[in-house]
């Protein structure tokens, strides 16, 4: 499952669903500033900004919506398959 890692009032996050929704990949959103465990998480991964952008527990792509963004079609109908297929 793809999480994204997001806050409120964040435009970038809004693209970053946005275009996980338009691409008919399902995600779930993990709200840094709702949740202390996650923010301490990316914290200790080593990020400092949101979105971002993971897929099993791996970071999906660097750079967070810029890097969704420029995923392929085809990069973006390999995940659709994964996801599907869990």
Same mark, same amino acid.
């Given at each position: 499952?793809i999480?994204?890692?997001?806050k409120k009032n964040?435009?970038f996050?809004d693209? &970053?669903? &946005?275009?996980l929704?338009?691409k ?5 959103e993990?709200?840094v500033?709702?949740?202390?465990? &996650?923010r ?6 080593g990020?400092?900004s ?8 791996k970071?999906?792509v660097e750079g967070g919506y810029?890097?969704?963004a ?8 390999q995940l659709?398959?994964k996801s599907?297929?869990?």
């Open positions: 499952m999480q994204v890692y997001s964040c435009p996050c693209r &970053a669903k &946005a275009l929704e338009l008919g990949l399902q995600y779930e993990i709200r500033d709702l949740d202390p465990t &996650a301490q998480f990316l914290l200790d991964s990020h400092r949101v979105p971002q952008i993971y897929n099993n527990g970071l999906l810029n890097g969704l420029k995923l392929s079609d085809i990069e973006f109908n659709k398959e599907n297929v869990n």
